[in-house]
């Protein structure tokens, strides 16, 4: 497995923990850690590399 394919592994991991962890959550509570999970994934989605030919 090369270096991107374990890094994709692991965070694939990491948000299913996060996912587990939120369910488990009262449903108020659900609500505001799916919100603040949104906002980091856009922010990891605007970081991320630009397509050129997009």
């Known amino acids: 497995m090369s270096m991107d394919a374990a890094d994709g592994e692991a965070r694939r991991e990491d948000l299913l923990s996060t996912l587990e962890v939120i369910e488990d959550q ?23 590399p630009r397509d050129a030919n997009a």
């Open 26 to 48: 009262p449903l108020a509570e659900r609500a505001a850690a799916y919100a603040l999970l949104h906002d980091e994934l856009a922010k990891r989605l605007e970081s991320g």
